[in-house]
């Protein structure tokens, strides 16, 4: 009997990096905050944060119920969810995105 040599394919060795799930902040509306006193916590809190997209983040959260104010990674969208919590303003809870 005539054996034929046994081919081995080589294992890949190559990884793809995994990235950490980013994380939403989102704020509620309620009914004691000011459109004054969202927007500037806004604009205090988060980073690269406009006035012009501080009001209008203000009128989708009054108009809408809610606004996502914010995307990324986990430990600083834990920073300023907990900043604009502290400012008094109606959270969500944090949101995988």
């Given at each position: 009997m005539v054996?034929?040599?046994?081919?081995?394919?080589?294992?890949?060795?190559?990884?793809?990096?995994?990235?950490y799930p980013n994380y939403k902040v989102i704020?509620?509306?309620?009914?004691?905050?000011?459109?004054?006193?969202?927007?500037d916590c806004l604009m205090r809190y988060i980073p690269g944060m406009t006035s012009d997209l501080a009001w209008e983040l203000t009128n989708q959260v009054h108009e809408q119920?809610?606004?996502?104010?914010?995307?990324?990674?986990?430990?600083?969208?834990?920073?300023?969810?907990q900043q604009l919590r502290r400012a008094g303003l109606t959270m969500a809870p944090l949101e995988a995105a």
């Open positions: 054996t034929s040599p046994t081919i081995t394919q080589e294992r890949s060795t190559t990884t793809l990096p995994k990235t704020v509620l509306n309620d009914d004691f905050n000011t459109f004054q006193h969202v927007s119920g809610q606004a996502i104010v914010w995307v990324g990674p986990q430990e600083q969208a834990e920073f300023y969810h």
